[in-house]
Nanobody
Framework: VQLQASGGGMVQPGGSLKLSCTGF????????VAWFRQTPGKEREFVAV????????EYSDSVKGRFTISRDNTKNAAYLQMTNLEPEDTAVYYC????????????????????WGQGTQVTVSS
């Protein structure tokens, strides 16, 4: 499945952005959805994951308390609300999804996901 990530842009430190992930096919509620980010020369980094109905969420320590992952199963969409953004959050953000029965909190590696969006650039700079 080819997903579409959108909503990136340039903001000042302390600002907010909301990313969206769409393009799901089939039964969206069967998918665990995650967000990753990547900067040049570095590996893709786990940001957050959400379970099939949204009842369980997990975050990396670097974004916990500032980012919120959510989903709307009636719209086949997932979101990443980012607040209090820092220059260190600058990266290309990717959404990923996997139709799986595995525990979502264990799915923190890019290799756990077979469906990806194309990435959206987030730049935090004054």
């Amino acid at each position: 499945v080819q997903l579409q990530a959108s909503g990136g842009g340039m903001v000042q430190p302390g600002g907010s952005l909301k990313l969206s992930c769409t393009g799901f096919q089939g039964t969206f509620a069967n998918y665990v959805v995650a967000w990753f980010r990547q900067t040049p020369g570095k590996e893709r980094e786990f940001v957050a994951v959400i379970s099939w109905t949204g009842g369980l969420t997990e975050y990396s320590d670097s974004v916990k308390g500032r980012f919120t992952i959510s989903r709307d199963n009636t719209k086949n969409a997932a979101y990443l609300q980012m607040t209090n953004l820092e220059p260190e959050d600058t990266a290309v953000y990717y959404c990923a999804a996997e139709s799986t029965a595995a525990n979502p909190w264990e799915l923190r590696n890019p290799s756990d996901y077979t469906s990806w969006g194309q990435g959206t650039q987030v730049t935090v700079s004054s």
